[in-house]
């Protein structure tokens, strides 16, 4: 698997955000936790849907 850079934390932009799981699902937060909070949401792609199903093309 190729090696992927990992996007920068939107609080301190010092570490890297990387996949992590939580109570309410997965989302990237960043490697300098606990010292740094920051996070944010993954987006799902915009050609596919929740249901896994591809988008309707308008």
């Known amino acids: 698997m190729p090696y992927q850079e ?3 934390c939107p609080t301190c932009r010092e ?3 990387t996949e992590r799981s939580g109570r309410y ?3 990237l ?4 936790f606990p010292d740094c909070r920051g996070k944010a949401k993954i987006r799902a792609p ?3 849907r929740r ?3 591809p ?3 308008e």
């Open 51 to 53: 249901d896994g199903r």
């Open 29 to 32: 937060g960043c490697v300098r």
């Open 46 to 48: 915009r050609e596919s």
């Open 55 to 57: 988008a309707r093309e």
């Open 6 to 8: 990992q996007p920068a």
């Open 15 to 17: 570490g890297g955000l």
């Open 25 to 27: 699902g997965v989302f």
